[in-house]
């Protein structure tokens, strides 16, 4: 509320109501001013703390000189009166008093003396209203005084206030200004992070569109693969299957050639020590035994020695690693019958089919099962001399004669071992004369 709202308000309110509506005007700039949030609410609500502070303060003096304008008018009044009392004085200028003796107070009212019951039937004359009021407007001046130094102190408080306001000001423009400078170095970051990435994106989108173009030409490709892929793996299974049909005829041809040199072989031993095998010997039971010693002496005589023939060199690779050690599991071929040696050297041990062993990869030189019909001629001439020695007990019941073949077996081994040895590209005491003298 302004000043000249004041004015205009002086019919229709009291003096107190008027000081109570500019406090509460101040008192809530105060407030606005302290939940401000921005510089501009601040220095706002801080004009309207300075206006509301001098209307309070014009409001203030104005009251006050009223006050006094009253008093002397009550004072002036009273004197008046006091001049009209005087002029029906009598008996030497003192007051005639009817009805009984007053003294005057302190208040400016008079009061009858007691007469001790003398003068009591004399009526009391009635007090004068211009003394009365003046009494009034004295105890309004009173209380005027006491609230002007009740709303000076409060406005001292205000004003203390207000100075914390203006403090708090100060320090909300300085953090606001802080806040500022943090901002735009804040929005600066952020715009370099975000030029940054724009320029990642555009960088990014460039290379999604060479990969989808890459794709598009590599899935063209692709079918095109495809479609050579699905004609090669058709000529391939062709292949196969002509390739598989061949072998499946080797292979019963070999079966035939396997039972035949079988046969002649077996033939041959039994004519050696004088006895003739029927043409169906495999349907009799002493030749099913003889076909079985043929099987065992093969064997054991594959592995008695490292043939040339029958040696083989493999590349492994592990199958498994044992779990908690280290050893790796190789897989053995199926035609091993027995290992010469593995590289590197390492030591190994054979489990079941398989291989352990420390190394990660080996290559492993072995003595293959080769089949009657790859034999070499000497070992087929061999394996007639040892399987005479081996059944010349059981054919002929002549320990001498099985005695005499067993020489003659052990001279063949040596002589097949010559053979075989000059097979091979081997120098040192092997092509030594002497020793093929020996065993020629």
Known sequence: MSNEDIKNNENLQTDDELLEAAKKRLTEAREKASAAGTVEEVETWNNE??????DLENLINELTRQSGDDTADAENTASAEENEESKDTGFGGHTIILGGDYNHNDDN???PVENNGENNHIPSPTINNDNVENSKLQKELKETKKRLTKVNSELADLQEQHEALN??????KISLRQTNTSAIAEKKELQNKYDKALDTSKTLVAGIESLEKRLTETATAAEILK????SNIKQQKEAVEKELEKRRQELETTKGSNEQVRCDVIKLALAHLGHTAPENFKSDSFYSNILKLYDFIKKDLLTRYDWKFALEKKGLSPSDKIEGSYYFTYELPKNLLKIQKIVPNHDYEI?????????DNIALYYIKYVEDVNLPEFFKTLMVYTLAASSAA?????????KKWEIEANQRFCTAIANDTSQQAIHGVIRNPIYLAHFS
């Open 351 to 359: 489990m079941g089919n398989n291989l352990l062993c420390m190394a």
């Open 109 to 111: 009212a008079f009061s």
């Open 167 to 172: 403090t708090r000001h100060s320090d909300l």
């Open 227 to 230: 479609a050579e892929c699905d």
């Open 394 to 402: 059981l054919v002929t019941q002549n320990e001498v004669i099985a």
């Open 49 to 54: 703390i300075d206006a509301a502070k001098l």
